[in-house]
């Protein structure tokens, strides 16, 4: 019994040796996912300030710098340019150099002062849709709220008055929904790097026949080879978890108690994945190509940039066996809404039978390797 | 360097690759996924979200503001909340992603001209989706009242034209940006490992003992992939064309050409992180650091760079697949040439020579 523990724990110390004797390897594990979780916290915006504005005016008026003057103290717009010629504007357009244009006909502010309705032309790149989605929608808010200003008294103009709040996150600040759904991506991929490559590697190299003869059952060697990858993933989910609150500011509203169970389903789901692809890979490239076609639609299918709830039916039916999704849920709504077990049930149950099953699979898998090579 | 023994490279790295059935299947089937995933699953477009409306006039104006929330196509109603209820229980208990609040009063303000107040409620904890949502309230609600009276609307009106994307497809923004991700996908996974599989397994010192030059293995290691670069690049060309309907305006040569560019530069990066590195495990996530990752965060792809601050817009700068994603749109959708395009193109050779330099360099036949 003593030996068994003792086999175990021989083999994980040589691996933990074996991962982190190289600096360059020590860097991948630990310095990596910061990295990463930088560029998603500060890359991944949705609301889009300062979008680049170039504006026509061919009235030259008081009224027609005060609607330009409207559109760049919002700071969603920054004038980069203007002229008299419209085909400057199409040419700003061609070149990237603006995303919306702003055209104010002649006449502009005679028309106002005779009381009827003036036009302004908006003109917008579409190449790059969820922007011009976005800003299409301020500009025209900035033209109406500019109308509803200077509306003559006496007559009545009706207008809404929205007033907005947003729970949860009342700034809606894109950071704060992003990272802690880094925290997910990451450790998906330091499960399935780090095990797949623990026994691929050996097989390409040989040294499997090695720990073949020593006294090592398969079991051991499986939870020796695991081991140190879940302590390196829970350490990375707590770096990572700790670089969000204390440098991003995310709010922690829930409890490690609810997170830390479901992480560990994730982890141990994210290693039986890797397990998966070791025993369908002979060389360690096999194992990248099978990964990232792992990889690749788990975190598209997600809802990590996409939300689930815009995909077709179907892929919203296919989401449902993506441990990330659940993981996602789950990570999100205990930093940010911090609710409990109670609501988010659904999804560590969905955690709790993914991990089985595919652990499952992966032993069976394994199992079935190692009576051939006997 | 000879032909002959470039060629006699080439041919051993396509004969290595064709043996390895699997990498070569997972180099042509991994686009078509991402294609097909990009193309079906995924659109930036948010639809259908989940209004839950709390009508406490209960009028004919108020109907009708419903209806034109309903009639945009982004919101669908899961719920009317009776007039009692608490609008902030539905978003907690996530029955639904907005409520719309309309007063008592909407419909006599609303006559009378005086700020008809309406009251929109999100549920933050998706950020992305709120901001998305609140934008179209914003505009359904600024449309509204002069709608209801007319003759009296604003007195500035916004005549909005989208160009080169009329009907705002997110489809179309992603199809031709998605050539840049593929392209470095390749790159992380098939040249990345070349260089570094021959240093583990101990080949390179068979590889040392002919006299084969370091630019005929360079360049004979990187044809066959630029080969499966070629294929995969025209491949989703016409699947964008065909499948997606992602219109093609602007000339084929200078796409072709600029893309072959953006292989190379690619590519040879891929081959400068194997040989510089040694090693499989590293290369590859070196080389996923360090064009997958930016390809699909910093180009411009999805995400904006103008809403990036200063010293990520500065990184974009030396990230190659911003320049290629211009490129790609300026072709696909703009129809604008090299007059317009000459900056990326620009930049975009400097990449393929400067990526293919250090490629030449790093890697050094004698054994250390």
């Known amino acids: ?40 916290g500060y890359a991944v915006r949705t609301d889009v300030p300062n979008t680049a504005l170039w504006v026509v005016d061919h009235d030259r008026s008081v009224e027609s710098r005060a609607l330009i003057d409207a559109f760049t103290t919002t700071g969603y717009f920054e004038n980069v340019g203007s002229s008299d010629r419209s085909s400057d504007l199409a040419d700003a357009l061609d070149a990237g150099r603006a995303v919306v244009g702003l055209e104010i006909p002649v006449g502009f502010a005679r028309t106002l002062e005779r009381r009827e309705a003036a036009g302004v032309q908006l003109l917008v790149d579409g190449s790059q849709s969820n922007t011009a989605t976005v800003a299409l929608g301020y500009a025209v808010r900035i033209v109406s709220a500019f109308g509803r200003a200077r509306a003559p008294a006496g007559i009545a103009v009706g207008t809404l008055d929205l007033r907005t709040r947003a729970w949860f996150n009342p700034t809606l600040e894109s950071r704060i929904y992003n990272v802690p759904g880094v925290i997910a991506l990451l450790i998906l991929l330091m499960c399935l790097t780090l095990t797949a490559l623990a026994i691929v ?166 199992g079935r390797i190692g009576a051939g090579a006997r | 360097m000879t032909f002959r023994r470039l060629w006699a490279v080439a041919r051993k790295e396509a004969l290595q690759l064709r043996r390895d059935t699997r990498s070569l299947a997972l180099a042509f089937a991994l686009p078509a996924l991402l294609l097909l995933l990009f193309g079906y699953a995924i659109t930036l477009d948010v639809r259908n979200l989940d209004l839950a409306v709390l009508d406490q006039s209960r009028s004919a104006a108020s109907r009708r503001l419903v209806e034109s929330f309903v009639a945009s196509g982004y919101f669908r109603v899961t719920a009317w909340l009776p007039r009692s209820v608490d609008a902030g229980a539905a978003i907690a208990g996530g029955e639904a992603q907005v409520v719309l609040t309309i007063p008592p009063g909407f419909e006599r303000d609303l006559t009378s001209g005086s700020p008809a107040p309406i009251q929109l409620l999100l549920d933050g904890s998706d950020a992305n989706t709120a901001t998305i949502a609140q934008n179209y309230a914003e505009v359904i609600a600024a449309r509204f009242a002069p709608e209801q009276r007319p003759g009296t609307g604003l007195p500035v009106q916004a005549q909005t034209r989208v160009w080169y994307n009329e009907n705002l497809e997110s489809r179309n923004t992603i199809v031709p940006g998605l050539i840049a991700v593929i392209m470095s996908i390749i790159a ?18 068979q590889l040392a003992a002919t006299p084969v030059r370091r630019t005929e293995v360079v360049f004979g290691k990187l044809l066959p992939y630029v080969a499966i670069g070629i294929i995969d690049v025209i491949g989703a060309v016409i699947a964008g064309r065909l499948v997606f309907g ?35 495990l590293l290369a590859t996530q070196v080389a996923m650091l360090t064009t997958y990752l930016p390809a699909l965060l910093l180009s411009g792809f999805i995400f904006s760079i103008a809403a990036m601050p200063l010293v990520l817009r500065l990184v974009t700068l030396i990230v190659p697949a911003r320049y290629y994603v211009v490129i790609t749109r300026g072709i696909f959708l703009k129809d604008v040439g090299l007059t317009v395009l000459w900056p990326e193109a620009l930049a975009l050779v400097a990449f393929a020579a400067g990526a293919l330099g250090l490629a030449l360099r790093s890697f050094k036949k004698q054994l250390a």
């Open chain 1, 1 to 40: 019994m003593s030996g068994r523990v003792l086999r175990v724990r021989e083999l994980a110390r040589k691996e933990l040796t074996q991962l982190l004797r190289d600096v360059r390897t020590r860097m991948l594990i630990f310095v990596a996912p910061i990295i990463q979780l930088l560029l998603f």
């Open chain 1, 201 to 366: 590697r050996e097989r390409e190299f040989g040294t499997l026949d090695q720990l073949m003869v020593t006294p090592l059952r398969p079991g051991e060697f499986l939870l020796g080879k695991t081991v140190p990858v879940a302590v390196i993933a829970l350490v990375d989910l707590a770096v990572i978890s700790l670089v969000a609150i204390a440098w991003f500011d995310i709010p922690f509203r829930g409890s490690a108690f609810v997170l830390l169970p479901a992480g560990i389903l994730f982890i141990v789901t994210g290693i039986a994945l890797g397990l998966l692809i070791s025993s369908v890979s002979r060389t360690q490239q096999e194992a990248f190509m099978t990964m990232f076609l792992v990889l690749l639609p788990s975190i598209i299918l997600s809802g990590f940039f996409y939300p689930v709830g815009s995909m077709p039916l179907l892929f919203q039916w296919v989401t449902e066996l993506n441990p990330v999704r659940h993981f996602l849920v789950v990570v999100r709504v205990v930093f940010l809404k911090g609710e409990g077990i109670a609501t988010l049930w659904p999804h560590v149950g969905a955690l709790t039978v993914i991990a089985a099953a595919t652990m499952g699979a992966a032993l069976w898998r394994l």
């Open chain 2, 188 to 205: 992380a996974m098939l040249t990345a490992l070349t260089i570094a599989r021959e240093w583990e397994r101990g080949t390179m010192e």
């Open chain 2, 246 to 280: 992602v219109p093609l305006r602007g000339s084929l040569v200078l796409l072709a050409v600029l893309t072959l560019c953006f292989l190379i530069a690619a590519l040879s990066w891929g081959m400068f992180v194997s040989a510089a590195l040694k090693s499989q």
